[in-house]
């Protein structure tokens, strides 16, 4: 009957502990290195990785640069078998310190630890890091053999999909996994990887607005619609063996023109169901006119499974079509003293803009029945602007000559903020009584 797994590693790691605090590092790495497998293969992960992590520091004492660079690896990818990203790409990262002594492989290894430190750092949305962390592994890197890595070639294929939403370069990864030449735990965040990629592209959005036109004081009111859908395809796609539960919107990030503001968002983070739709809604304010108005791109902050983390950059921009508002006039008039006749008596004009939009170039002519002789003041104003919710008056004298039920005519001309000419004529009914 053989020996129980268990207490073979306890063992060695009582040895490993031994040897450690008697200084003696050349024993201790390697106890430490064995009680890590060890409890690697009993799937206890945790401890696994503090004996990894405790025998490359033994063999950092005794330095053994190749083993403590791999006792790294398997530490880096003990931590990636308990979804910890972050401590992986802090073990991988260390593991590099050690490659510039190596006698043979560098590049290799450059490449290796560098291209899984990416691969962990795109799972906390944070690829761009990774990609400025390669380059500067590029610098002790032969270029030839940097161009010509398989692994340099899934980084490449993995940022293009995502920047294009393009899934055959997804694909082109899918086919070359055996080349890459990862370990088991490292093919697990290949296809975490490779799930979040898909989902970053699969994911369908859509901006849309409530009107075909607006004036420059109108509301509008914007969706963006959220289909998650696509997800279900990805879980049942056998190679991840991934089943995605859950997406959680935590922020979007709306471009506008300057002319537009946002004076409601929705309440976030919203939590969606795989295969769940949902609409966000927005009202904006529009203002002054500018040249090309937009909506758009968005950004989605969002986590997925509780666990990983990406941004979703949608180009989708809409431009609403803005107009100013129509101006309207209101025009009154009142007399300041009953007419009577041949009497002067003072008669006060009053325009009003109550609409929201300017009367531009504003032209007035009034013309009266030859019953009422003008004293004094004129019939013709002009006025360059009056602005929304403005008004003038003026006043003029006038003398009926005979009794009777006369009308008033005022023609009015004035400009839009579009330059569109408006012309009215108004009446007013005028009595003289004796």
Known sequence: MGKDPQIIAEKELNKAELYYNAEQYKKAGKYFNASGDEFFKLKEYKIARECFL?????????????????????????????????NSNKYFKQALNFVSYLRRDRDLYYILYSSLSFLCLFLEGKQDQGLTYLKEIKKNVDNTYFKGSPLIGLVKNLIISVRDKNEKYID???????????????????????????????????????KDQYTTKDIINLSLMINTQPLLEISQNTLYNYKIGEIKINGIELALSDNITAKKKPNLPVTLKSGEDHKFEFLLKTHFQVDNPFIGPILLSCELDKKFIFFREDQQIIKPNLISPPPSLEISMKNLRPPLIGKSFQMEILIENKSEGDALDLNIEIEFPKQLKLMR??????????????????????????????????????????????????????????
């Open 172 to 210: 082109k990864i899918e086919e070359n996994i055996q080349i890459y030449q990862f370990r088991d735990a490292e093919i697990k965040l290949l296809k975490a990887v490779l799930v979040l990629a898909r989902t970053q592209i699969t994911l369908k959005t859509d901006l849309s607005i409530d």
């Open 377 to 434: 003041g004129t019939i013709k104003k002009q006025i360059y602007t009056l602005g929304s919710n403005d008004k003038m008056t003026w006043e003029i004298a006038l003398k009926p000559i005979e009794a009777g039920d006369y009308n008033i005519k005022m023609d009015i001309k004035y400009k839009d903020p579009d330059q569109n000419q408006i012309e009215e004529t108004k009446n007013f009914p005028f009595p003289i009584k004796l």
């Open 54 to 86: 405790y025998a490359a520091k033994s063999f950092d004492f005794e330095n053994k640069n190749f083993l403590a660079m791999e006792a790294l690896r398997n530490a880096g990818n003990s931590s990636l078998f308990i979804d910890e990203f972050s």
